[in-house]
């Protein structure tokens, strides 16, 4: 099993620049991708940014620019600083991670997930 914690998020006012974060823990023995989702009320929950384990990046159009994905490969960590913040971009942010674990079996494992809401 992968626990992945998530911290960060909150109310911000438009404009704003929140951080969040993201560690992994449990049966880990590699971790490939990592990224960020996002699911918005009466919405599916949608793709924000991705990394790969060699640091290569893609990010949903809307946030280009603005958001920057990063990771620490020896704390097991992923942040996403967002920053220029919209009232659209008010919705629950998800940490998602694939690894493999210490027996040689895949994850997929996704956090609680981090409310951030944006006022205009």
């Known amino acids: 099993q992968v626990q992945l914690v998530e911290s960060g998020g909150g109310l911000v006012q438009a404009g704003g620049s929140p951080r969040l974060s993201c560690a992994a823990s449990?049966?880990?023995?590699?971790?490939?991708?990592m990224g960020w989702y996002c699911q918005a009320p009466g919405k599916q929950r949608d793709l924000v940014a991705t990394?790969?384990?060699?640091?290569?990046?893609n990010y949903e159009d809307s946030v280009k620019g603005r958001f920057t994905i990063t990771r620490d490969n020896a704390k097991n960590t992923v942040d996403l600083q967002m920053n220029s913040l919209e009232p659209g971009d008010t919705a629950v942010y998800y940490c998602?991670?694939?690894?493999?674990?210490?027996?040689?079996?895949?994850?997929?494992?996704w956090g609680q997930g981090t409310q951030v809401t944006v006022s205009s």
């Open positions: 990394i790969t384990a060699g640091g290569s990046t």
């Open positions: 998602n991670v694939h690894s493999l674990g210490v027996l040689g079996n895949p994850f997929g494992s």
């Open positions: 449990g049966s880990i023995f590699r971790i490939f991708a």
